[in-house]
Structures are given as structure tokens and as C-alpha cells.
């Protein structure tokens, strides 16, 4: 059964670089056809998508964010990482993370990690 | 990108009723659209997905349709588990994913 945790600090403080990890178990993030994305939602509002990053390389980033979030894999672990550099206290939220699909093989965001709240603070 | 609006922002509704809650995209998605459900300090569950197809397990007293730019979900005879947030996301893009700003269903 595919599952998706995410993991890191909940409290980072504003100019410095935010750094969240997905571990994913059930499903290999360099073999299968999926694509695998960070969303946020900040308190009290909607979703926002993030990135995703597809095995082969390509990373896709939301213009908005796009100067300061970066993707990363470390496929020994089967984990993908998200990095938000110069955060401030609009990047506090609830950060997920989610398998889904584009490109010829569409697919929803599913599964969802739990969530993992990081709140900017000094 | 896709721009995917929701009307109502919030409904105000009673156990047994049947919701109908709008989506519209900016430009046409064919029926590459997903609904969620969210509850509070939860993460959004799949309802539906291809605009029209339950994922397993939702009950069928939801329903979802349409095509192009406008689409609904359809909750009939509420249950007191449905009062929840409802998001609409779009999947036809390549590279950017854009959801809907949420409507909440309350108990009025």
C-alpha cells in the first residue's frame, strides 16, 4: 500500500531556508510513471500547488514560488525533499505531500501525506 | 495557467438535504477535473476524479459532472459525515496544477 510522510522542523525562522522531506513506502519514485508534488495550505485557506518532480529529471514549479523552491530526490531513500529559501510568515502552513500525474498519464493528487505544519517565527 | 473558481464559497445546509456545488475553469479541461473533500487538521481525500468517477470507496450519494469548463458536484441527502470543505482541482496541465478556493459546507 503506497503511504507518503512528511517529516521536518515546524518552526523556521523568517529569511532562513524552510526544508521538508517525503519519505514514500509502497511505490518506487524513480520507477513508476507518477509524478510527485508538494501543495500548501496556509491557515484558514485553499490549496496551493508547489512542484512536482517526474524520475526522469524534469521538475515543475509553480511561477509564484518558482525563485525561491527547489525539489530534490535522494533515490537511495525513496525520499524527495522541498526547499523555500528566504521564508517569511506567508510561508506558514500546512505543507503535504502527494503522488499524481501529467503529462499523457493524467492523474489526481493520491495518496496525501498527513501534513506537517511549519510556522515562521522568529 | 488554469484559473478554477468555486461558487459558493460557503453552504449554509441541513442534514438530508441535496448541495450542488460549481466549478469553472478559465479555459476548457475537457473532464480532467478531481474533487476533494478536506475536514479540519486533515489532509483532502479524493472524491472524484475525470470529473465524474467515484474513487473507491466514496458513497454514492456523491456524484460529479460536466465537461469543458463548467462542472458540479452533487451531494444528495447529506449526512452529517459530508460537513466538510470541498475543493475542485484541475489535471489537464502539463506542468502547473491549480485548485478551486474551497467551499465549506455547514450545518445551518
Known amino acids: 500500500q503506497l503511504h507518503l510522510q512528511e517529516s521536518g522542523p515546524g518552526l523556521v525562522k523568517p529569511s532562513e531556508t524552510l526544508s521538508l522531506t517525503c519519505t514514500v513506502s509502497?511505490?518506487?519514485?524513480?520507477?513508476?510513471?507518477?509524478?510527485w508534488g508538494w501543495i500548501r495550505q496556509s491557515p484558514g485557506k485553499g490549496l496551493e500547488w508547489i512542484g512536482s518532480?517526474?524520475?526522469?529529471?524534469?521538475?515543475f514549479l509553480n511561477p509564484s514560488l518558482k525563485s525561491r523552491v527547489s525539489i530534490s530526490v535522494d533515490t537511495s531513500k525513496n525520499q524527495f525533499s522541498l526547499n523555500v529559501a528566504s521564508v517569511t510568515a506567508g510561508d506558514t502552513a500546512v505543507y503535504y505531500c502527494?503522488?499524481?500525474?501529467?503529462?499523457?498519464?493524467?492523474?489526481?493528487?493520491?495518496?496525501w501525506g498527513q501534513g506537517i505544519l511549519v510556522t515562521v517565527s522568529s | 495557467d488554469i484559473q478554477m473558481t468555486q461558487s459558493p464559497s460557503t453552504l449554509s445546509t441541513s442534514v438530508g438535504d441535496s448541495v450542488t456545488i460549481t466549478c469553472r475553469a478559465s479555459?476548457?479541461?475537457?473532464?480532467?477535473l478531481a474533487w476533494y473533500q478536506q475536514k479540519p487538521g486533515k489532509a483532502p481525500k479524493l472524491l472524484i476524479y475525470?470529473?465524474?468517477n467515484l474513487d473507491t470507496g466514496v458513497p454514492s450519494r456523491f456524484s460529479g459532472s460536466g465537461s469543458g469548463t463548467e462542472f458540479t458536484l452533487t451531494i444528495s441527502s447529506l449526512q452529517p459525515d459530508d460537513f466538510a470543505t470541498y475543493y475542485c482541482?484541475?489535471?489537464?496541465?502539463?506542468?502547473?496544477?491549480?485548485f478551486g478556493q474551497g467551499t465549506k459546507v455547514e450545518i445551518k
Open positions: 479555459e476548457s479541461i475537457s473532464n480532467w
Open positions: 475525470e470529473a465524474s
Open positions: 502527494a503522488r499524481h500525474a501529467g503529462g499523457r498519464q493524467r492523474h489526481p493528487f493520491f495518496p
Open positions: 518532480f517526474y524520475f526522469v529529471g524534469a521538475t
Open positions: 482541482q484541475q489535471y489537464i496541465s502539463y506542468s502547473l496544477w491549480t
Open positions: 509502497g511505490a518506487s519514485i524513480t520507477r513508476d510513471t507518477y509524478y
